[in-house]
């Protein structure tokens, strides 16, 4: 009785975006090659521009963020003092408000919990 044909089974390389057979010389000789190699370079590049894109973004939201708390707080003690708000029993509430916004790393670590 003969067997039947099946076919040799294939690998698919997410870097190189193409198969290759699944036994170990050429998985090997694939890993090993120059064109895996480049393109595993290009790709760990790729992974650090991404993330310090992110962190560039991030120190801008910061900036935008710290900014928009002064600018607000600079309105509210107008307003207090023209009478149109009444004054909150303790200051430090108001104050408060932008200690954590000074700690960049209170963001990046919100940031990059939300990102991922």
């Given at each position: 009785m003969t067997e039947?044909?099946?076919s040799v089974p294939k690998k698919y390389c997410e870097i190189c975006k193409c198969f290759y057979y699944d036994n170990k010389p050429s998985i090997q000789k694939h890993e090993q090659g120059?064109?895996?190699k480049a393109n595993v370079a290009l790709k760990l590049r790729h992974?650090?521009?991404?993330?310090?894109?992110?962190?560039?973004?991030?120190?801008e939201t910061k900036k935008i963020?710290?900014?928009?708390?002064?600018?607000a707080l600079t309105s509210y003690n107008k307003d207090v003092k023209?009478?149109?708000?009444p004054k909150l029993s303790s200051q430090a509430n108001v104050q408060g408000f932008t200690k954590k916004s000074e700690n960049i790393f209170f963001y990046l670590k919100h940031y990059i919990i939300i990102a991922v």
């Open positions: 039947y044909w099946k120059a064109r895996h992974v650090a521009r991404q993330g310090r894109l992110r962190l560039k973004e991030a120190v963020i710290s900014s928009m708390e002064k600018e023209h009478g149109y708000v």
